[in-house]
């Protein structure tokens, strides 16, 4: 079974563009959640998706992050215009269930310049 | 104050030594608690979970929680190489929103 997988691996852009990420969950798994672990500290949530429906977005900084997941498949994380303090690794993790466990993908490593 | 809060160590130890991981919590609402692995360049792959005060063991792995102190611990016995990589404690909120300690590094060293 495919595990959950992200594109791109890394990303370098520069202040102000924009970048999407991506995030293939695992099968069937109707639950998605992204994170972000900035550098030195710890993994922190950014929201949760039950299919195609923000479940729980407590954890977005601000307006300039978008996540969707159109047709409750895959999902992805814009973020625009980009700022430094969004460098970082992005991480999504997809559940069979809410309370159910949480399989995470590789990361996303961005790098805003 | 952090929901979660782990010593980011690192920690080096001899190959067969006993490690001790451990993490506290302030939450009282958590209801279970995870131990996630992180090699290198990797995501966190889920180690051990357990739901309530005590210990359960799987294989070289002890987790164990103590709820009136509110405190966590992860036991590696005869640790190997194998098992060098970042430790994470984590405790769901209801919504099964994780929250993470900032990791703790583990070298075993051959």
């Known amino acids: 079974e495919a595990g959950v997988t992200q594109f791109p691996s890394h990303s370098v852009i520069e202040k102000g563009q924009t970048v999407t990420l991506r995030c293939d969950p695992i099968?069937?798994?109707?639950?998605l959640y992204w994170y972000r672990r900035v550098m030195g500290k710890e993994i922190k949530f950014l929201l949760h998706?039950?299919?195609?429906?923000?479940?729980?977005e407590s954890g977005m900084p601000n307006n300039r992050f978008l996540a969707e997941r159109t047709g409750g498949t895959y999902s992805t994380l814009k973020v625009q215009p980009a700022e430094l303090e969004d460098s970082g690794v992005y991480f999504c993790?997809?559940?069979?269930?809410?309370?159910?466990?949480?399989?995470f993908g590789p990361g996303t490593r961005l790098t805003v310049l | 104050q952090k929901e979660v809060e782990q010593d980011p160590g690192p920690l080096s130890v001899p190959e067969g030594a006993i490690v001790s991981l451990n993490c506290t919590y302030s939450?009282?609402?958590?209801?279970?608690f995870m131990w996630y692995r992180q090699y290198s360049r990797k995501g966190p792959e889920l180690l051990m979970y357990?739901?309530?005060?005590g210990n359960k063991e799987d294989g070289r792995f002890t987790a164990q929680v103590d709820k009136s102190s509110k405190y966590i611990s992860l036991f590696i016995r005869d640790s190997q190489p194998s098992d060098s990589a970042t430790y994470l404690c984590?405790?769901?909120?209801?919504?099964?929103?994780?929250?993470f300690g900032t990791g703790t590094s583990l070298t075993v060293i051959p």
């Open positions: 984590a405790g769901p909120n209801t919504g099964n929103q994780f929250y």
């Open positions: 939450n009282s609402a958590f209801q279970y």
């Open positions: 998706f039950v299919k195609e429906s923000k479940q729980d």
């Open positions: 099968s069937g798994h109707d639950n």
């Open positions: 993790a997809s559940s069979l269930s809410r309370q159910g466990t949480q399989y």
């Open positions: 357990t739901y309530s005060s």
